[in-house]
């Protein structure tokens, strides 16, 4: 099978005076013995009007044109063109070609017709210049199918260079992983795990504001689902989850394959990028869900794991709150007890002040006194009144008169006496208005300590529902459960993935390697 050349342009050698014999002209190959020049020249010229009356194209004419140039036609016009053409059996307006030109031997010995089917070029035993081309015509076609050869072996070639190195850089190497992932590598068992943090409702009756009114979501516990998943993901969880349940000795089993296996004396760094592939942790902020899956050699072993984790988990949540209510609690406890040790002090001055005052209630003790002094005075006034109707006789008795004189003279020095005790005289005495301050100031502070006391008692109450309500829970969405069947690995999704990465690096490299190939050729 061979590709017919496509020629854009027609690159026509002008002739030498010494091919003038090889290509005939148009006069020799018209010319008889009967018939003279003066004869042929008006029949050529009716035959270009004929052929400019038949409406050809500019194209059509210049087609004819460049086919007469190729064949070695020399002509005068586009119209003489056409019709040397036509005279010579070769039609004017057809791309063919060069293959096409060429008549093999077999069929020149059988007078069979190649390409076209055009008329015998042999007319009256003269023969055409399409005959006299044909050995240049065979030339040009044995090198085209050179060429073609050539580049088909090229292309087989490349083609065959390209195979090899699909199959050394892509091939090869997907084949190994899947050869790994189908029957290498050890089989793991995962066990899945969901658990969530929440937070307790609170009491009822129980202050509300924007405190409460992100109440019940996953954004009222998001900072302690992610400070959970961080410490599940870090490496003290990994210490302490080996030294509870043996992670590293378990996954340094020589049963494992050696690019899953952990080496015996690995360290901590090793050990925890072995935990970091084994132990997968996501949080879902939408719906707050810390979701776990655990993947180990042995399905026993992944639920221990889980579950500990899990445990390791619940202790975290109730540490992160633990601080928290212990300080609200401790200061709340802290107010009442100070509250209460100074009412006790409070109850115990006032009670010293009684004892020293000898008087219990300052309000009836002045009330007393009060009311022996109004008794004397109305005594006093009737005495004074029995005094003046005995002054009011003719001759008063002395002694009667005396009598009633001392007698009022000592009400009134009783009074004033009952008068220095309530607020005090010269000698210095403490005055009962004093005792009563004392005692009054005394009671006021007891009742001002006791109403602190209560105070620290609602508060130390409120803190404890506060406290309360700050505390977290981990409740298990979705519990643990042994695995019967291995989750990895997943070979096929493995080995697919394989192929595309080590194609993606092929490709790459390709691609470099090429535009560093055309810059340097540039």
């Not at 006299?132 to 490349?158: G, L, P, T, W």
């Not at 009670?351 to 109305?378: F, V, Y």
């Not at 003279?409 to 005495?429: K, M």
């Amino acid at each position: 099978m061979t590709t017919k050349p496509t020629i854009k342009r027609f690159h026509v050698r002008r002739r030498k005076a010494g091919d003038a014999q090889e290509a005939p002209t148009e006069a020799a190959q018209d010319a008889t013995p009967d018939a003279p020049q003066e004869e042929r020249a008006p029949s050529h010229a009716e035959q270009i009007d004929a052929i400019s009356k038949e409406g050809l194209t500019a194209r059509q004419l210049r087609l004819a044109r460049r086919v007469a140039l190729k064949n070695g036609f020399e002509a005068s016009s586009d119209y003489d063109a056409v019709r040397q053409l036509r005279a010579a059996g070769i039609d004017p307006f057809q791309r063919s070609s060069v293959v096409d030109l060429i008549v093999p031997d077999s069929a020149k010995k059988s007078g069979q017709k190649m390409g076209l089917q055009l008329p015998d070029t042999r007319e009256g035993g003269i023969l055409l210049p399409t005959q006299k081309n044909s050995a240049a015509s065979e030339r040009n076609a044995s090198e085209i199918r050179q060429i073609q050869r050539d580049i088909a072996r090229r292309r087989r070639r490349k083609l065959l260079l390209l195979f090899t190195r699909l199959a050394v850089f892509i091939f090869l190497p997907t084949a190994m992983a899947g050869y790994y992932f189908y029957a290498i590598a050890t089989p793991m068992y995962a066990t899945n795990s969901e658990i969530v943090i929440q937070q307790a409702a609170p009491q009822n009756g129980a202050p509300g504001g924007l405190a409460t009114m992100f109440q019940g979501t996953s954004m009222a516990t998001q900072q302690d689902s992610i400070a959970v998943q961080s410490y599940l993901a870090s490496r003290e969880a990994m210490q302490r989850l080996d030294a509870d349940h043996g992670f590293k000795a378990h996954f340094s089993d020589p049963g494992i394959d050696a690019l899953q296996r952990l080496p015996t004396d690995a360290s901590n760094e090793a050990a925890f990028g072995v935990y970091a592939d084994h132990v997968r942790i996501s949080y879902d902020p939408t719906e707050g869900i810390i979701r776990m899956e655990v993947i180990a050699p042995d399905a026993q072993k992944s639920y221990e794991f889980s579950q500990a984790l899990i445990g390791y988990a619940e202790e975290q949540v109730d540490q992160l709150t633990r601080r928290l209510r212990t300080d609200q609690m401790s200061g709340a406890q802290q107010s009442y007890e100070e509250a209460e040790a100074r009412r006790a002090a409070a109850l115990a001055t006032w009670l010293e002040i009684q004892e020293s005052a000898r008087q219990i209630d300052p309000t009836s003790e002045t009330g007393a006194r009060m009311g022996q002094i109004n008794t004397l005075e109305s005594e006093r006034q009737r005495l004074e009144l029995l005094l003046q109707s005995r002054l009011n006789v003719d001759r008063p008795s002395e002694v009667q008169v005396q009598a009633l004189r001392d007698q009022i003279s000592n009400i009134d020095e009783l009074i004033a006496d009952l008068r220095d005790q309530l607020v005090g005289g010269d000698d210095n005495q403490i005055s009962l208005a004093a005792r009563n301050t004392e005692l009054r100031t005394a009671e006021e502070n007891y009742n001002f300590q006791t109403i602190m006391v209560q105070q620290a008692l609602t508060q130390m109450e409120t803190a404890r529902i506060e406290a309360n309500r700050q505390v977290r829970y981990l409740s298990q969405s979705v519990r643990p459960v042994i695995p019967d069947e291995a989750t990895y690995p997943r070979a096929f999704e493995n080995t697919l993935l394989a192929f595309f990465i080590v194609s993606g690096i092929y490709l790459m490299i390709s691609l470099t390697a090429s535009i560093l190939r055309e810059q340097v050729s540039s």
